[in-house]
C-alpha cells in the first residue's frame, strides 16, 4: 500500500517519474537535485529513503542510476 507524502516527496517523485517517462531510465541525484532546485544531496537521499519506506520506489545500492519506481507506483500510475 502505497503512504501519502508531503510535498517535497510528490515533487520528487513527479519529477523522477516525468523524467524516467522522457528518457526511459532514472535520474542521478544531481539531476533530480536540478529538477526539484534543492542543493543538498543529502536531502535528496532523505527524500529517496522516505519514498522507498512509502513504497513509491526502488533503489539498487551502488548502482548510479539504480532508482526505479515501485511495482506499486507503476501500477498505480496506469
Known amino acids: 500500500m502505497l503512504l501519502p507524502l508531503t510535498e517535497i516527496q510528490s515533487r520528487t517523485f513527479k519529477a ?3 523524467f524516467i517517462k522522457d528518457k526511459n531510465y532514472p535520474p542521478t541525484i544531481p539531476e533530480i537535485q536540478r529538477l526539484i ?4 544531496p543529502g536531502q535528496i537521499h532523505k527524500i529517496f ?18 532508482l526505479d ?3 506499486e507506483a507503476k501500477e498505480k500510475l496506469q
Not at 37 to 40: C, G, K
Not at 51 to 58: A, D, I, V
Open 16 to 18: 523522477i517519474q516525468g
Open 37 to 40: 532546485s534543492v542543493d543538498n
Open 49 to 66: 529513503t522516505a519514498l522507498e519506506k512509502k513504497g513509491y520506489l526502488t533503489r539498487e545500492k551502488g548502482r548510479h542510476r539504480g
Open 69 to 71: 519506481l515501485s511495482p
